[in-house]
């Protein structure tokens, strides 16, 4: 499973580390693979211009000491020096190697632009001149390489708060800090390529980890000789409304893809006709009272998505909420619980879908906040109200408290599209009612989504029911994914 750390942590795994080497062995390991990164990426070296950014700080000695290695083979260096100080060694090793200090004009005529401002010692929004180098190396025609992280990006949160550098390459040093794998962050890191500088055994527990496809192989349930449509798990769906039948529609196809023995829909009239015209699979009853008892037994529901508002919604949400199994709430469900919260107090697990927008609602904070700063607000809502969170958007998060972070790396931008969130929410129920945890169920279903939305995509818009079609394939996938 790729892992991710805080800059502490790195901070911590290196002073462990350091402390057994001669003084500069790091930063010569980790200028060795830039290096070798940059060389790459020009094809050939010699008589290329290379554009080093150079920050005061250690960040600027790994640009500094790969910069020597690219003008030896050839390369035509140039460093702009952008702090008080300058890594002293690292510029004479430059200089003795024929590159040469230069002013910022050289960015523009750079075919290769090396962003050694800042790494995991920034604090807060770039300052100047720093902060109009990233945008001059943005506007550049040059490839930008970014050292460690792209500067301007909080290494340890994925938070932009001004100008930063977008990288087309990332070389990170020793592990993946979380900052690279969380957004904003990670849409300005472009691809990430790792270094090895032997960080390995001296790093801790992970701040955050990616579900990888063999993970979710080995946590998908899978039907057994004994298995019947009982045993296999089954979802309640509370979902629709006159006004919005295909949420309910969505959920239920979600549902069925996902794996689960049966599914028992509930709701009103309009939603009912469409789900039985759909789905003739799924159980389903009139609901003309908001009462759930004759729906009969299920091992999990999914609560909320087109369900509205009204009261009957909320009398509804109240007795799903009243049982004994895990619920998992999405959309109007989750507005009726922002609006009475106390409907979240009972004993059985709960795992919220939310985007930001429905998350700032819950945890009464700003929507841009949230976008701003994702796996903090995530941790917080788990925290806070007691739930598995699983935070919807460019990267989707999942958390709970007492467990690290996850982040799903599967997603595409095509699934930025009206009803696809219903999809997730009935593919994750199912893996609730499969017996999954919330975690696992969220972290999975997550990742099925992300990756049916792929395969249903394959470069071209798509629409939410192609994504629960998609789910089996996914799913195949995932399945066949070597050991
Ligand atoms: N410590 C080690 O053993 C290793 C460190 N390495 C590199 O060293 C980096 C960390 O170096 P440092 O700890 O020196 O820190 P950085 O180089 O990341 O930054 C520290 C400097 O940036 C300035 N700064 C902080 N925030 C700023 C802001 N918002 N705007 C402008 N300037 C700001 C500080 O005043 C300080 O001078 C890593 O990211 C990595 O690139 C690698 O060489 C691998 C080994
Ligand atoms: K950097």
Same mark, same amino acid.
């Given at each position: 499973?790729?892992?991710?750390?805080?800059?502490?942590?790195?901070?911590?795994?290196?002073?462990?580390?350091?402390?057994?080497?001669?003084?500069?062995?790091?930063?010569?390991?980790?200028?060795?693979?830039?290096?070798?990164?940059?060389?790459?990426?020009?094809?050939?070296?010699?008589?290329?211009?290379?554009?080093?950014?150079?920050?005061?700080?250690?960040?600027?000695?790994?640009?500094?000491?790969?910069?020597?290695?690219?003008?030896?083979?050839?390369?035509?260096?140039?460093?702009?020096?952008?702090?008080?100080?300058?890594?002293?060694?690292?510029?004479?090793?430059?200089?003795?190697?024929?590159?040469?200090?230069?002013?910022?004009?050289?960015?523009?005529?750079?075919?290769?632009?090396?962003?050694?401002?800042?790494?995991?010692?920034?604090?807060?929004?770039? =300052?100047?001149?720093?902060?109009?180098?990233?945008?001059?190396?943005?506007?550049?025609?040059?490839?930008?390489?970014?050292?460690?992280?792209?500067?301007?990006?909080?290494?340890? #949160?994925?938070?932009?708060?001004?100008?930063?550098?977008?990288?087309?390459?990332?070389?990170?040093?020793?592990?993946?800090?979380?900052?690279?794998?969380?957004?904003?962050?990670?849409?300005?890191?472009?691809?990430?390529?790792?270094?090895?500088?032997?960080?390995?055994?001296?790093?801790?527990?992970?701040?955050?980890?990616?579900?990888?496809?063999?993970?979710?192989?080995?946590?998908?349930?899978?039907?057994?000789?004994?298995?019947?449509?009982?045993?296999?798990?089954?979802?309640?769906?509370?979902?629709?409304?006159?006004?919005?039948?295909?949420?309910?529609?969505?959920?239920?196809?979600?549902?069925?893809?996902?794996?689960?023995?049966?599914?028992?829909?509930?709701? =009103?009239?309009?939603?009912?006709?469409?789900?039985?015209?759909?789905?003739?699979?799924?159980?389903?009853?009139?609901?003309?009272?908001?009462?759930?008892?004759?729906?009969?037994?299920?091992?999990?529901?999914?609560?909320?998505?087109?369900?509205?508002?009204?009261?009957?919604?909320?009398?509804?949400?109240?007795?799903?909420?009243?049982?004994?199994?895990?619920?998992?709430?999405?959309?109007?469900?989750?507005?009726?619980?922002?609006?009475?919260?106390?409907?979240?107090?009972?004993?059985?697990?709960?795992?919220?879908?939310?985007?930001?927008?429905?998350?700032?609602? $819950?945890?009464?904070?700003?929507?841009?906040?949230?976008?701003?700063?994702?796996?903090?607000?995530? =941790?917080?809502?788990?925290?806070?109200?007691?739930?598995?969170?699983?935070?919807?958007?460019?990267?989707?998060?999942?958390?709970?408290?007492?467990?690290?972070? $996850?982040?799903?790396?599967?997603? #595409?931008?095509?699934?930025?599209?009206?009803?696809?969130?219903?999809?997730?929410?009935?593919?994750?129920?199912?893996?609730?009612?499969?017996?999954?945890?919330?975690?696992?169920?969220?972290?999975?279903?997550?990742?099925?989504?992300?990756?049916?939305?792929?395969?249903?995509?394959?470069?071209?818009? $798509?629409?939410?029911?192609?994504?629960?079609?998609?789910?089996?394939?996914?799913?195949?996938?995932?399945?066949?994914?070597?050991?």
């Amino acid at each position: 499973m790729p892992t991710a750390f805080t800059a502490d942590q790195i901070r911590g795994a290196e002073h462990a580390l350091m402390a057994r080497l001669p003084e500069g062995t790091l930063m010569q390991r980790a200028a060795a693979g830039l290096a070798a990164v940059c060389a790459d990426l020009l094809g050939r070296v010699y008589g290329r211009r290379v554009v080093l950014l150079v920050g005061s700080g250690d960040n600027g000695g790994d640009a500094l000491y790969a910069g020597e290695r690219l003008a030896r083979r050839g390369a035509r260096v140039d460093a702009v020096l952008a702090g008080s100080r300058t890594h002293e060694a690292g510029l004479r090793a430059l200089l003795d190697a024929g590159g040469r200090v230069a002013e910022a004009s050289a960015i523009g005529r750079a075919d290769l632009i090396v962003d050694g401002l800042v790494g995991i010692g920034a604090a807060g929004a770039l =300052r100047e001149p720093y902060a109009r180098l990233a945008q001059e190396a943005d506007a550049a025609r040059g490839v930008v390489v970014a050292v460690d992280v792209p500067s301007g990006v909080d290494a340890s #949160t994925g938070r932009v708060e001004g100008p930063a550098v977008r990288a087309r390459v990332t070389v990170t040093m020793g592990a993946y800090k979380t900052g690279l794998l969380v957004d904003p962050g990670a849409a300005f890191a472009g691809d990430v390529r790792l270094i090895d500088i032997g960080l390995g055994e001296h790093l801790p527990d992970p701040d955050v980890a990616a579900l990888t496809a063999r993970d979710v192989r080995d946590l998908i349930p899978r039907p057994g000789e004994e298995s019947d449509k009982y045993r296999r798990g089954v979802l309640g769906v509370a979902a629709g409304s006159d006004l919005f039948t295909g949420a309910a529609v969505l959920a239920v196809g979600g549902a069925l893809r996902g794996g689960a023995g049966m599914v028992r829909y509930a709701g =009103r009239e309009a939603p009912v006709a469409q789900v039985r015209a759909r789905w003739p699979e799924a159980v389903v009853t009139l609901l003309g009272e908001p009462s759930i008892e004759q729906v009969g037994r299920v091992q999990a529901w999914v609560l909320g998505p087109g369900l509205g508002t009204d009261d009957w919604a909320h009398e509804l949400a109240a007795r799903v909420l009243a049982t004994d199994v895990p619920v998992l709430i999405d959309a109007d469900g989750l507005t009726l619980v922002a609006a009475d919260r106390a409907l979240l107090r009972r004993a059985a697990p709960v795992l919220i879908t939310p985007h930001a927008g429905e998350l700032a609602r $819950l945890i009464r904070a700003d929507r841009a906040d949230i976008e701003a700063a994702r796996l903090e607000h995530a =941790r917080r809502a788990a925290a806070e109200l007691g739930v598995t969170v699983l935070l919807k958007g460019s990267t989707t998060v999942v958390a709970e408290d007492g467990r690290p972070a $996850l982040v799903n790396v599967t997603g #595409t931008p095509w699934l930025a599209t009206g009803g696809t969130g219903d999809v997730l929410s009935g593919l994750a129920g199912a893996l609730l009612a499969q017996g999954l945890s919330c975690y696992d169920a969220a972290s999975c279903g997550a990742y099925l989504h992300g990756l049916a939305g792929r395969l249903a995509a394959d470069g071209a818009p $798509l629409a939410a029911a192609d994504v629960a079609t998609a789910v089996p394939a996914a799913i195949r996938t995932v399945t066949s994914a070597g050991s």
